[in-house]
């Protein structure tokens, strides 16, 4: 699997939210992609990864399949200018390259939000949905779990995972403290426009399970609620609804929509209640903080949450960057040690034959408990032979020499290193190494 791993990414780095949606593959068309990709050509050790920010493949294969796999995405989404998508795609092919990042895709270096946390979950789903397709042999395997205890020690050891660094999450973190002395409280979103439905969207990841969606386009509200979960109203009852929410999140622009202070005494509310103002122009009133029980937070005190967990974050990354080169460097002389592990499984082989036939000879001559020892002795003796090189090849592997040594065995003992069963005999040195 040595220098074939390759990368397959369009993002929001090179590529506009319009051509971002026409590529983007839901779970259905992720496990399509797989199929299509097994069917029609010869790439291993394939993932497919789609996000609102990304569509990603990766795979295994001596050959660059980037124009087949984007003609394969286009065809899966029905388009049928492939060349129009060309420019947005770029091509990994560098093994270590691609490793790499995958790395920081799913770390969240490679995030709109540094650090994202969803971003793991969806590289998850890809991983079981590439093992569930047959997909995933010992060298996927190894690095996506690589990858995810990475993910833990950026977690334990570093800050990289500290704060909401994304005001849509910074608002539902902000939600949830404030509300965590009450039972199941109820949250109005108004509006859904790109930063209401993000909000929405976090919700899915919290506590908070009342989510109540109003907008002017009742159809927008509704295919948002089935999507996060939540209940749609019609806009005519917005004020009814406001006043039964603990807590109102506007992020209609004001010159649409305003809550003012006097709106809110005429409703006559009596319980405390929690006013969040997403909008700009400004949609809430200050001056609803003068009232016994009400409080505004506006979209500054949501950035500067924000602006200070993506400080931490980014003060973070020289830790992040170091684990991973760790890993890498750890799972790299683990792809070693697979390279060497057929030569060593032949050269058993070889030994194993020799052995057999010279047991043969005297077998015929010995008893069941003389033909037993016999076997034992040769058997320890055999072990203690392999064992040997086998060592002297694994520190070869870390030290990046063992193509040398391996050359030497297979002229020593006639090895095959283009031997059929070479693909068997990594997976389970694999399996042995895991």
Known sequence: MRNQFKALTLSYK?????????????EIACKNLLDK???????KEVLVLSTCNR??????ADKDYSHELIKLI?????ITATKELLPYFQHITQH??????????TLGLESQVVGDMQIMNQVKKAYHWAADAAMAGPFLHRLMHTIFFSNKRVCNETAFRDGAASVSYATVELVEEL???????????????????????????????DIVICNRTHHKAHELAQQTNATAVYWESVWEEISKADVVISSVPGDCFFISKEDIERLGVSSDKIFIDLSMPRSIDNSINLLAGASVYNIDSIRNKASEALEKRIAAIPQVDTIILEAIAEFQAWTREMIMSPAIQQFKQQLEQIRQQEVARYQKNL?????????????NILQKIVKLPAMELKAACQRGESETLIEGLAALFSLDKQNGKAAEAVVAGAERLK
């Open 14 to 26: 090179n590529a506009p939210i319009v051509i971002r949606e026409a590529v983007a593959l839901n």
């Open 37 to 43: 990709i097994k069917e029609t050509t010869d790439a």
């Open 55 to 60: 569509t990603e493949v990766y795979y295994a």
């Open 74 to 78: 286009a065809l899966e989404k029905g």
């Open 96 to 105: 270590e390259k691609a490793v790499q990042h995958l790395f920081r895709v």
């Open 179 to 209: 509300t965590n002395a009450l039972e199941n409280p109820r949250v109005l979103m108004i509006g859904v426009g790109e930063i209401g439905a993000n909000v929405c969207d976090n919700f899915q990841k919290s506590s908070l399970s």
């Open 367 to 379: 008893g069941e408990k003389e033909k037993q020892i016999v076997e034992n002795i040769t058997m």
